[in-house]
């Protein structure tokens, strides 16, 4: 029984001690510096005038991925002056990357979320059918055969693309953990560090502000025409409601097992599954406005919006279903 004691006791020591207050000023240096920095990374592609046909934007894109993990460092270097240094364990307990508690939780929630996501975007896909925005062919693979048949040398025979089909879903949960370390640049600071520190204002307030800030760091691309075709603060405005709804739900993953890792695999699940499109449209199907029907559009910000309600409507967001401590 003393032993029990003692090891529940050494744990609760581990744990790092909860803020009271939100760190305003590491978090003013969190969001100017990851701005500051998305703006630096993207400047070529304003610079050299040719905005998203820039075959530099590939690169700029992954680049600016990484400015939250940077600005996450500064803002813990600047808190660490205000509070005092700690042990390297406890700024990764923080973060959300180790230790992996409740291991089982963890796990099983950044699975669910690598399988869950193309569901995400398929669902805002079947809307986009059954409102008659574009047409689908989930079975003859019209559009994607003419793509592919596009792609190949005159007179060379199709593969079945059936199978090709197949192995493009496949690829999904392999793209997600390709993606994962790109993934980990962002999550690290939108829902490892920004989301805890902004939680003693209360759950969804945090929440709710983390995830619009998200979307407001992507202006750089957005008012390029990134993502949306619109190149004003409309785009902006329509990247922060998106990002405002999914992050509702990664920052759940992250409240859910105190873990940032689920939320690092369902960014990357939902990237890789960001052209299921592609797949079903059919061949001279009309193509709606991205603002609309992309997998960051309207359609799909509904989706987000009732998943939400799901997991409000099952208790999902309860004080006894999050995580005890963060930090």
Not at 307 to 316: A, K, N, P
Request: proline content about 8%; glycine content about 12%; some cysteine.
């Amino acid at each position: 029984m003393s032993d029990q004691i003692e090891t529940r006791a050494a744990a609760d020591a581990e744990t790092p001690e909860v803020r009271a207050t939100v760190p305003w000023l590491p978090v003013g240096v969190f969001a100017v510096v990851s701005c500051g920095l998305a703006w630096l990374v993207a400047s070529p592609l304003w610079a050299r005038g040719q905005g998203l046909a820039d075959p530099l934007l590939p690169l700029i894109a992954m680049a600016m991925m990484l400015t939250p993990a940077a600005a996450t460092f500064v803002a813990i270097v600047v808190e660490a002056r205000l509070r005092g240094r700690r042990p390297a364990r406890d700024i990764l307990r923080g973060l959300g990357m180790w230790p992996l508690r409740p291991v089982g939780r963890t796990i099983g929630t950044s699975v669910v979320m690598i399988f869950a996501m193309p569901l995400v975007v398929g669902a805002g896909l079947v809307m986009v059918g059954l409102l008659g925005l574009a047409v689908l062919d989930p079975v003859g693979f019209s559009g994607f055969t003419e793509l592919i048949a596009g792609q190949l040398p005159p007179g060379q025979p199709l593969p079945p693309m059936g199978l090709v089909v197949a192995a493009q879903l496949m690829m999904i949960p392999v793209g997600a953990i390709v993606n994962a370390p790109l993934a980990f640049g962002e999550e690290v600071g939108w829902r490892g560090w920004l989301l805890p520190a902004l939680r003693p204002l209360g759950v969804w307030p945090a929440l709710l502000i983390s995830g619009a800030f998200w979307g407001f760091w992507h202006s750089p691309l957005i008012l390029l025409g990134y993502n949306y075709g619109l190149t004003d603060g409309t785009g902006v405005l329509l990247m922060m409601l998106a990002c405002t709804l999914f992050g509702v739900l990664l920052g759940w993953t992250r409240l859910r097992t105190g873990s940032v890792w689920p939320a690092v695999f369902g960014h990357g699940a939902f990237n890789a599954s960001a052209g299921l499109g592609a797949l079903v449209v059919a061949a001279g199907s009309p193509v709606p406005e991205a603002w609309l029907a992309s997998p960051l559009g309207l359609i799909t910000c509904g989706v987000f919006a009732a998943l939400i309600v799901l997991l409000v409507v099952t208790g999902q967001f309860r004080g006894s279903r999050l995580a005890a401590r963060l930090d």
